[in-house]
């Protein structure tokens, strides 16, 4: 175990100690094998009961909740957050892997189906990274329940990293089980940050605990849960007829976000290096509706980030010279304005600006 790690056991321990929480009882007692609801190796979801301080359950959560279950999968992928470096906090990242969320969103949606007033659904995600001595385990711990038709994500524990073979002690005197820390007796963590988005706030006081506003057609009917919805990037248009499944709108991730996602996959040791390079080049021949400038932008920042090579920039900047450019909404002149400046700002060369006048003036 690292110094980091040591550290981090050492500040949780304290602030479980220090932490004034009225609704909650810390219960950091892991349950048996028997009382999961979902088990798969070291990941597993189970119910757990909600405890005011004085020891009776209190029944106050919108449980139980039948949820989509590909919009909920959506609203978690919403969520961020920075880990702390040598050099302060990194770039922002999912806090779920696509491949956890393809594997975990379907039995937490599963969960709020069987959870009582009293109970909150508790995840702990596991899976491993690296290989040979480099090999680790990482773990996500945290607490999800519902009020107010509002998702309450509380965390613990983000892309912990753990040694493997570690036997039943390490040489800090850390168990197995103590890799778990209960999301409800911690406030922050010194070692990461949540990232709020738009629709994502903080409970008061807390800095791990993210309460996310759900639109209505998140929640369906009982009747109704589990059947497949369509998904698309634009609302179909369909007749009203009655018992037509209903449409959802899922954001799109940007190419940078893709490119991030899918270099964690490899990371991880989830997909090949071959499954990759096909992957970067799918997502690099995507088209996004931005301007020629903005794309250039996107690509430029792609480069300097370490996402993408030279010949990767190269190759995708003939793909965007290819593009055919509506010179009857825009007068040409515009067009070629826009091209002068790529061309001044480093975007292009002058072969390039050459190469894309003489293209445009012919289909003029």
């Not at 550290?7 to 609704?23: E, H, K, P, Q, Y």
């Not at 909600?50 to 590909?70: E, I, Q, R």
């Not at 800095?207 to 179909?236: C, H, M, R, S």
Request: glycine residues 6%; contains cysteine.
């Amino acid at each position: 175990m690292s110094f980091k790690h040591v550290l981090l056991f050492v500040v949780l321990s304290v602030a479980a100690g220090c932490t004034n929480l009225n609704s909650f009882v810390k219960n950091n007692q892991a349950q048996g094998q028997g009382d999961n609801i979902f088990n798969q190796g070291k990941t597993y979801i189970r119910l757990k009961e909600v405890k005011s301080t004085k020891g009776a359950s209190k029944a106050f959560l919108d449980h139980p909740k039948y949820l989509n279950k590909d919009v909920l999968s959506s609203a978690l992928a919403t969520i961020y957050f920075k880990e702390k470096g040598i050099t302060g906090f990194g770039k922002e990242h999912n806090v779920f892997l696509e491949s956890e969320l393809f594997n975990l969103a379907p039995h937490i949606a599963d969960a709020f189906t069987k959870a009582s007033p009293s109970q909150y659904i508790l995840v702990n995600s596991n899976y491993n990274i690296g290989k040979g001595l480099f090999k680790s385990e990482v773990y996500t711990v945290c607490g999800l329940f519902i009020s107010n038709n509002k998702l309450n994500v509380v965390f613990s524990r983000i892309r912990y990293e753990d040694l493997e073979d570690k036997g039943s002690d390490n040489v800090f005197g850390e168990t197995v089980d103590e890799t778990f820390v209960d999301p409800f007796s911690i406030t922050r963590n010194p070692f990461w940050q949540i990232i709020p988005r738009p629709d994502q706030k903080f409970k008061k006081g807390h800095e791990n605990w993210l309460i996310i506003d759900l639109k209505q057609d998140t929640f369906v009917k009982k009747e109704d849960y589990g059947k497949k919805v369509t998904l698309t990037d634009k609302p179909a248009v369909t007749n009203a007829t009655i018992g037509t499944p209903s449409t959802v709108t899922l954001p799109k991730m940007s190419i940078k976000d893709q490119l991030l996602e899918l270099k964690e996959l490899e990371e991880t040791g989830l997909i090949t290096r071959e499954d990759y390079g096909l992957r970067k080049a799918l997502i690099l021949g995507s088209k996004q509706e931005k301007s020629i400038k903005n794309k250039f932008i996107d690509l430029r920042k792609l480069k300097e980030g370490g996402f993408i090579s030279g010949i990767d920039y190269d190759h995708k900047k003939k793909d965007l010279l290819e593009e055919h450019d509506d010179t009857k909404e825009r007068n040409i002149k515009e067009v070629l304005a826009e091209y002068l400046e790529l061309r001044d700002e480093g975007f292009i060369t002058d072969e390039d600006y050459d190469y894309k006048k003489k293209k445009l003036l012919k289909d003029f």
